[in-house]
């Protein structure tokens, strides 16, 4: 796909994972719809960057939980684009165990149905309202962000940071994507980014990373064959891949997570044997 003059929807574009995003695309001559919710201290700065360039993006205040906001979001995008032909569909509610605790404690009482609502049920929301602009589109391409979570669950040195409802939610987004490639196809490709430890994003920069100890960072490091954590810009650049170059590929997850889902354990010594 050629990303020059295409109009996309960037989701949770204020920060992290999402900024880099929207910055790549914006790069590549894409015009970008940005809605916003909450950071209220990061909006004033994206907001600046992308609004700055006259009649090429704009941003709105949408809870995308809300089938009412989604709807208002799409009539935008219908007004001020004509269509639609990228959805990055990068939205998550998060519990880092080591942050939130457990789900019996009393400020956690909303707390399961939060990440689900936000993670998976907002991802719904979104797809199903622009599902008909996506269609008109000659070739249109549909990104959804998840998380290793799904497959981890609450185990080994991840479950400081994947709780039980952030990870049973993660695992649904599979079934959405394998779901909406067949509704999409042809015109509508839709593939999955599973992420790993990302800076910003279940890596360094999150309060829950900073409330590890030395100790349980470097287990998650040591977890991790390739010894780090990724960058935005890194996730940035997968996106690209599956919007603009994987033009053959749909109803995919891609991984990046520098194998921690592997783990990092070597594979052992062949024996000598005894034939």
């Not at 909006?43 to 089938?67: C, I, W, Y």
């Not at 952030?166 to 490709?189: C, D, K, Q």
């Not at 490091?221 to 810009?233: A, D, K, N």
């Amino acid at each position: 796909m050629q990303v020059k003059g295409k109009k996309a929807l960037v989701l949770g574009p204020t920060r992290g994972v999402g900024l880099a995003i929207a910055r790549a695309l914006a790069d590549e001559g894409a015009h970008l719809a940005l809605p916003w919710f909450d950071w209220p201290e990061s909006v004033e700065a994206m907001e600046h960057e992308f609004t700055s360039q006259a009649g090429k993006h704009f941003t709105l205040k949408t809870d995308l939980r809300n089938p009412d906001d989604v709807a208002t979001l799409m009539a935008a995008i219908r007004e001020k684009f004509g269509g639609l032909d990228i959805l990055i569909n990068n939205i998550e509610r998060g519990g880092m165990p080591i942050l939130h605790g457990g789900y019996h404690r009393e400020i956690n009482r909303e707390q399961w149905q939060l990440e689900m609502d936000t993670t998976l049920r907002a991802k719904w929301l979104v797809f199903d309202h622009a599902l008909p602009l996506l269609k008109q589109s000659r070739q249109s391409a549909v990104v959804n962000i998840s998380s290793i979570a799904a497959l981890t669950g609450r185990s080994g040195p991840a479950g400081l940071l994947f709780n039980d409802g952030y990870s049973a939610a993660n695992r649904g987004i599979a079934a959405l994507t394998e779901t909406w490639a067949r509704m999409g196809a042809p015109m509508v490709r839709v593939n999955e980014l599973m992420l790993g430890l990302i800076d910003q994003r279940h890596g360094p920069g999150t309060r829950g990373w900073g409330l590890l100890n030395q100790e349980q960072q470097q287990a998650l490091l040591t977890h991790t064959p390739l010894s780090r954590t990724g960058t935005p810009e890194e996730v940035a650049q997968a996106v690209l891949f599956l919007v603009r170059d994987a033009d053959f590929m749909t109803g995919a997850v891609l991984r990046l997570d520098g194998g921690f889902v592997l783990g990092g354990d070597q594979p052992s010594t062949l024996p000598a044997g005894s034939l």
